[in-house]
């Protein structure tokens, strides 16, 4: 009975398969600490947005440091997400591919400039020995309005331009089933309507009104994120030949 090896041009196809299940897996599970941090550093971050004189009054600065450190966790996820994304679909279309790394590029320094001002009213906070309380309070107001703004344009904009992006993507490789990147694209015009109707104060951004219209978009990014940690991408054209292995390799 002859035994034969595994030859080359299997051993080569199957390690761009491998790569790509790496890479799915990463993107997937940067997706998922998304959730993971962004919501209890929004119920931590509560004292501060929620108390106009909370520079001046008592209390423990740690439950407010780390919602913080939780956003800045935030703002790494979507960074993360797109670099483990960006080998695989780059090959369905690079244009869009480097449009979705800038984007969550761009979100996640806008959620930093959000992290910073809180942070710096911490600062003020534990600085402050009793002098011009009045000016201090204005102060720190204004940098949580800064942070507000920057939560209307980072997580309340930037998903709408990931998701046309990715969502397309996803779609037209069919990397995964084609309801999850299509509930994206129906979320994605959603959120933008939200985001102009905060904008010019036609509804405020924490309400039944924003929640429902945001809601497509927390969904996509969710059911995305399950999929590429637990399944992977389906087989597609997208990936390399064989013979592209070869040469990389």
Request: proline share 6%; net charge neutral; with cysteine.
């Given at each position: 009975?002859?035994?034969?090896?595994?030859?080359?041009?299997?051993?080569?196809?199957?390690?761009?398969?491998?790569?790509?299940?790496?890479?799915?897996?990463?993107?997937?599970?940067?997706?998922?600490?998304?959730?993971?941090?962004?919501?209890?550093?929004?119920?931590?971050?509560?004292?501060?947005?929620?108390?106009?004189?909370?520079?001046?009054?008592?209390?423990?600065?740690t439950?407010?440091?780390?919602?913080?450190?939780?956003?800045?966790?935030?703002?790494?996820?979507?960074?993360?997400?797109?670099?483990?994304?960006?080998?695989?679909?780059?090959?369905?279309?690079?244009?869009?591919?480097?449009?979705?790394?800038?984007?969550?590029?761009?979100?996640?320094?806008?959620?930093?400039?959000?992290?910073?001002?809180?942070?710096?009213?911490?600062?003020?906070?534990?600085?402050?020995?009793?002098?011009?309380?009045?000016?201090?309070?204005?102060?720190?107001?204004?940098?949580?309005?800064?942070?507000?703004?920057?939560?209307?344009?980072?997580?309340?904009?930037?998903?709408?331009?990931?998701?046309?992006?990715?969502?397309?993507?996803?779609?037209?490789?069919?990397?995964?089933?084609?309801?999850?990147?299509?509930?994206?694209?129906?979320?994605?015009?959603?959120?933008?309507?939200?985001?102009?109707?905060?904008?010019?104060?036609?509804?405020?951004q924490?309400?039944?009104?924003?929640?429902?219209?945001?809601?497509p978009?927390?969904?996509?990014?969710?059911?995305?994120?399950?999929?590429?940690?637990?399944?992977?991408?389906?087989?597609?054209?997208?990936?390399?030949?064989?013979?592209?292995?070869?040469?990389?390799?």
């Amino acid at each position: 009975m002859t035994i034969t090896a595994p030859t080359a041009t299997t051993a080569h196809s199957a390690a761009p398969t491998d790569r790509m299940r790496n890479h799915a897996r990463a993107a997937g599970i940067f997706y998922l600490l998304t959730f993971a941090s962004s919501i209890p550093a929004l119920i931590l971050i509560g004292p501060i947005l929620d108390n106009a004189n909370y520079v001046t009054s008592a209390g423990s600065d740690t439950r407010v440091l780390w919602g913080c450190l939780l956003d800045g966790v935030n703002a790494l996820t979507a960074v993360g997400s797109a670099v483990a994304l960006y080998p695989v679909v780059k090959r369905q279309n690079g244009s869009m591919a480097l449009g979705f790394v800038t984007s969550r590029l761009m979100e996640a320094a806008v959620i930093m400039i959000g992290v910073v001002s809180l942070l710096a009213v911490v600062t003020m906070r534990q600085d402050f020995t009793g002098g011009d309380a009045a000016s201090l309070t204005v102060t720190a107001n204004a940098l949580v309005d800064v942070r507000n703004w920057t939560f209307l344009f980072g997580p309340g904009l930037m998903p709408v331009f990931n998701a046309v992006l990715l969502g397309t993507l996803l779609y037209r490789a069919r990397l995964v089933p084609r309801i999850i990147p299509t509930v994206g694209l129906i979320g994605a015009p959603l959120l933008f309507a939200a985001f102009l109707a905060t904008l010019f104060g036609g509804i405020d951004q924490v309400s039944s009104t924003a929640f429902l219209l945001t809601l497509p978009i927390a969904a996509w990014e969710f059911s995305v994120g399950v999929w590429m940690t637990f399944k992977g991408f389906t087989p597609s054209p997208v990936l390399p030949t064989v013979v592209e292995a070869h040469q990389q390799a």
